[in-house]
């Protein structure tokens, strides 16, 4: 202290004592929540982000959770297709949304599963429900598409055992457990013959021997069974109907 | 040099978490510290700005070095807080030139004898109104010297000036003191 008044130029103290007479001084209150904030900032640091961390935790598994839940909603179900075999289980993915659109209002999903799919108007062998062009619309992935070209391609590269028919997706299983032989009495349904149709049914007779049978009936005298022929004929071959079928041929 | 210093000791056990450690601390210094305070700026802002000023010794407490003394530590803050106010305000506010606060605090003390009350009083008013008149930039080196006890190279520190600067605003300070106290001016 000494050292440094060596350059003082004047004693500070009779300056002091001056001042001090001042009763000047900090109120009780300043002092109070200065002494306070004092002992506040001493808690340990560690405890001050505790509660507002674990908070934060709190809140992310919370939103994990929630995200979970509805998130498992929203992805793919997978659902195991109506069992006709016991070997033959076709598991298979299908979306919520789409499900939901196939069935009508109020019923079940396993409801919707064992409703027979609508029969075509006409069981024509070489009708296969619906146009190549229309497998790339927007509507062609709503419920199984069955038959087609394509399908019957895939057919003919798989075995047998592995061919997986729409009747073997829409049967219920009581009837899949059926005997084949009473199956094979049974008169078939008709979504289940537009399906067959598809796969089982054989190609049709080219129209020169289809138009020669009629002709014959025509002569043996079966003229109403001549005439449905024709006109079936006229249906899967109009062109070559147009071009060769005369009016003298079928007196 | 600031380790052997008693109140360097305090702060650094207060850094450590002794919370009594600071109450001493704050016992030793708050009385010179608000008068350097309630001197630097106006009598409304003086609770906030000494606030302030022990806020800052609190929140770094931890970066304290004793390389120094803590009284040049803690006015320098305090110097820099009062600097901080009159950027805020534009100006060194409007010091109230009669101390009129402190002279009826101390007609107020019961166990003062009236005659020194207003002797003390009188003075109180006569040294405020003194000290009023002075330059910022005297009466701050003026103040950190007597109030904070800092040498001329500390105060020259402080304020950012050199020690030749410095010596010679507490020279003039003085000066014009002596001459507004008259007979009421120390030797």
């Known amino acids: ?251 | 040099m600031g380790a052997g210093d008693a109140d360097a000791q305090l702060m650094l056990r207060y850094a450590a978490g002794d919370a009594r450690a600071f109450d001493e601390l704050y016992a030793n210094h708050r009385n010179g510290l608000w008068r350097f305070i309630r001197r630097s700026v106006n009598a409304a802002a003086t609770d906030d700005v000494f606030q302030e000023c022990w806020s800052r010794v609190i929140a770094h407490r931890e970066n304290y070095r004793p390389e120094a003394r803590f009284a040049t530590w803690l006015y320098r803050i305090a110097h820099n807080c009062c600097m901080d106010h009159w950027r805020k305000s534009g100006r060194r506010g409007m010091r109230e030139t009669a101390d009129y606060e402190a002279v009826a605090a101390a007609a107020d003390d019961a166990g003062a004898e009236p005659l020194a009350a207003a002797l003390a009083g009188e003075r109180g008013e006569r040294l405020a109104a003194a000290l009023e008149r002075l330059p910022e930039e005297q009466l701050s080196a003026f103040l950190l010297y007597v109030e904070g006890g800092l040498s001329v190279v500390e105060i020259a520190d402080a304020t950012g000036v050199s020690p030749e600067t410095a010596k010679s605003r507490l020279r003039y300070a003085a000066a014009k003191l002596r001459k507004s106290l008259g007979d009421a001016a120390p030797d």
């Open chain 1, 1 to 251: 202290m000494e050292r440094r008044d060596e350059e003082a130029p004047y004693p500070r103290e009779p300056w002091q004592r001056l001042l001090g007479e001042s009763a000047d001084r900090p109120p009780e209150t300043t002092d109070a929540r200065i002494r306070a904030a004092a002992r506040r900032d001493l808690v340990p640091r560690g405890r001050r982000w505790w509660l507002p961390a674990s908070l934060a935790a709190s809140f992310l598994l919370a939103v994990m959770i929630v995200r979970s839940e509805f998130g498992a909603l929203q992805r793919p179900v997978r659902v195991e297709s109506d069992v006709a075999g016991d070997s033959a289980i076709d598991a298979r993915l299908i979306e919520r949304g789409a499900g939901t659109e196939a069935r009508e209002a109020g019923q079940s999903p396993a409801a919707a599963a064992q409703r027979p799919a609508p029969a075509p108007k006409h069981a024509d062998p070489e009708d296969y429900g619906y146009l190549d062009a229309e497998s790339g619309t927007e509507d062609a992935g709503v419920g199984p598409r069955v038959g087609g070209p394509e399908h019957e391609l895939r057919a003919a590269s798989e075995l047998p055992g592995e061919a997986t028919t729409s009747e073997d997706v829409r049967i219920d299983p009581p009837t899949a457990r059926m005997d084949e032989s009473k199956r094979a009495a049974a008169p078939p349904p008709a979504s289940e013959a537009a399906t067959r149709g598809v796969t089982d049914l054989p190609l049709p007779p080219s129209p020169e021997t289809w138009y020669a049978r009629i002709r014959k009936m025509i002569a043996e005298g079966r003229r109403a069974e001549a005439e449905r022929e024709l006109e079936a004929l006229r249906k899967a071959y109009p062109d070559w109907a147009a071009r060769n079928v005369k009016a003298a041929d079928l007196r």
